[in-house]
């Protein structure tokens, strides 16, 4: 019996306290003593994001909605308490952040409302939003065209997220180059390893790679080396690919047992970090920025150098063009494909059966996309302090109010960032910011990889397919599946080797798993997804 509760308790008491909390924040329904409607919504925001109750952009438009939302701000352990509160009902008016997806919906019928007639009525920006970016409709339709959740439009960002970078200043230091191919980043890192690069007398300070688990900022990267072309920040973990028009999955591709072997010779050299596979993105971070001028970081992945290395080190480093397998090679190197990825995403907001004047909810959900409020939830609010609005109705970023915070991570403290509803007008005026300056400076080194691309056989949009429910039912199933068994291999051969030995059975496992057949059922939407470019 103690072992029982020990087991169960642990699983039942986030879900108490969920429950709890959306009992007493749902009430009736009803309005506030000041005649506004309660609403409640959960969001899973960025680890660095402050309280939503600080932030004056979202007070206001609440305030001119005619609503008081009670937020439930998740930053840890989602996936894992997800299942059992949409299982419970006792859900949330709104779900925000990408908090719930295409699969929740196709499982939880009757759960999440069906938004499409409520847009009509109500929601005079989301409609705009469709007009002029018809893209941003396809990714909200499901196959019968109900639309569970909105999307967003944010415009700006380049066509990748991850980018090489390496300290350029401790190459300097040792005299050497910027690597060009595997074996020259072997070298650099070794030289990074044995050199003293930070000059400081301490040999053993120093970590010539690091990365983080299956993230967009991890050695997944290198397999553009090999040409495959990766496609979606977020969805090639799931290993799906694209090739002359055909759906492959690179977990079990010969070129992925190829990169493996690479990544176990750095890590049984010593030249990986062995907390990469399991630091949360956090340390990553605290890790890459050093102490003062003193770096730690020889070669990483990031999405810009500030933001990566903070204000005292970003001048030291450097991005670096995809590399080449071997001097030898015939294969021109690829790079991950992310424009859609990053500019348009679905489900930022979805609604719950649960919510009781969907008029009200609707209308607040429509204000996040009215374009200039919209501009607020990516960078900051006007009357934060960091937008201003200029008399010729133009707009421009400003920097951090704390000067000792990067721009790129400013905005995730001060703003719902890139998790939130979006609608940046291609007519709006804005000048950006010097850390998205700086983006598109440090990110044109994969100019070349992308003039590659062939838009209509190499580019696999997932996102923009939208599965039938008995589909998207044997994809999530078969997902799961493969997925265990990639998460283990790929941290076991990396750590201990093994891959060519172990290879074929690891193929018919993954054969077993269905993954062959999640590739065939895309392969269907996609042909379809083509014929209409």
């Known amino acids: 019996m103690k072992t029982l509760i020990k087991t169960v308790f642990p699983l039942i008491l986030p879900l108490m306290v969920l429950t709890l909390c959306f009992t007493s924040c749902q009430g009736q329904g009803g309005t506030t003593s000041s005649g506004k409607v309660k609403l409640t919504a959960l969001y899973t925001k960025h680890p660095l994001t402050k309280d939503f109750n600080d932030m004056k952009w979202l007070k206001e438009i609440e305030n001119e909605v005619g609503v008081e939302v009670e937020w439930q701000q998740i930053t840890a352990d989602w996936d894992q308490r997800k299942v059992p509160l949409l299982a419970s009902g006792d859900v949330p008016d709104l779900f925000f952040g990408g908090s719930v997806h295409d699969a929740d919906f196709a499982m939880y019928k009757g759960l999440f409302v069906d938004l499409a007639p409520l847009i009509e009525q109500y929601a005079p920006n989301i409609r705009r939003m469709f007009s002029e970016k018809p893209e941003t409709l396809v990714l909200s339709k499901q196959p019968d065209g109900t639309i569970y959740a909105t999307p967003k439009y944010q415009r700006y960002w380049p066509k990748t997220n991850g980018t090489m970078f390496i300290n350029k200043t401790w190459l300097d230091n040792l005299g050497l180059s910027i690597p060009t191919t595997w074996d020259e980043l072997y070298n650099v890192l070794i030289a990074f390893r044995d050199g003293d690069p930070n000059g400081n007398g301490d040999r053993n300070d ?62 049984s050299a010593g030249l990986i970090n062995p907390e990469a596979l399991t630091q949360d993105y956090s340390t990553f971070q605290s890790i890459s920025r050093g102490q003062g001028k003193t770096a730690k970081i020889g070669f990483t992945w990031g999405w810009e150098t500030g933001d990566r290395f903070g204000n005292e080190l970003a001048d030291q480093y450097v991005s670096m063009a995809p590399l080449r397998m071997s001097a030898t090679t015939n294969i021109e190197p690829r790079w991950m494909y992310d424009f859609y990825a990053l500019n348009m995403e679905g489900n930022r907001v979805s609604m719950t059966s649960a919510c009781k004047n969907k008029e009200a909810a609707m209308k607040f959900i429509d204000a996040f996309y009215n374009p200039e409020k919209s501009l607020q939830v990516l960078f900051g609010g006007i009357t934060d302090g960091n937008i201003r609005k200029n008399s010729d109705g133009s707009y421009a970023i400003l920097p951090p109010l704390d000067p000792s915070i990067d721009p790129g991570t400013w905005k995730w403290t001060t703003a719902f960032a890139d998790g939130g509803p979006i609608f940046i007008s291609d007519s709006m005026n804005v000048t950006l910011g010097t850390d998205m300056a700086k983006v598109t400076v440090e990110k044109s080194v994969y100019d070349r990889a992308f003039s590659l691309l062939d838009p209509k056989n190499d580019v696999l949009p997932v996102f923009f397919l939208k599965f039938s429910t008995a589909d998207n039912n044997t994809l999530e199933l078969n997902r799961v599946n493969f997925k265990n068994i990639v998460e283990t291999k790929w941290a076991q051969w990396i750590t201990r080797g093994g891959v060519q030995a172990e290879w074929d059975q690891y193929v018919r496992d993954l054969v077993n798993s269905g993954i062959e057949e999640n590739n065939r059922i895309i392969q269907r939407y996609y042909d379809v997804y083509r014929q209409g470019l």
């Open 206 to 267: 120093e970590i010539p790679m690091d990365f983080i688990g299956f993230d967009a900022y991890s050695p997944i990267m290198l397999l553009g080396a090999t040409g495959i072309q990766l496609t979606n920040w977020g969805n090639h973990t799931n290993g799906y690919f694209a090739e002359g028009g055909v759906v492959k999955n690179f977990w079990m591709d010969t070129r992925y047992r190829d990169l493996i072997v690479f990544i176990n010779r750095l890590f």
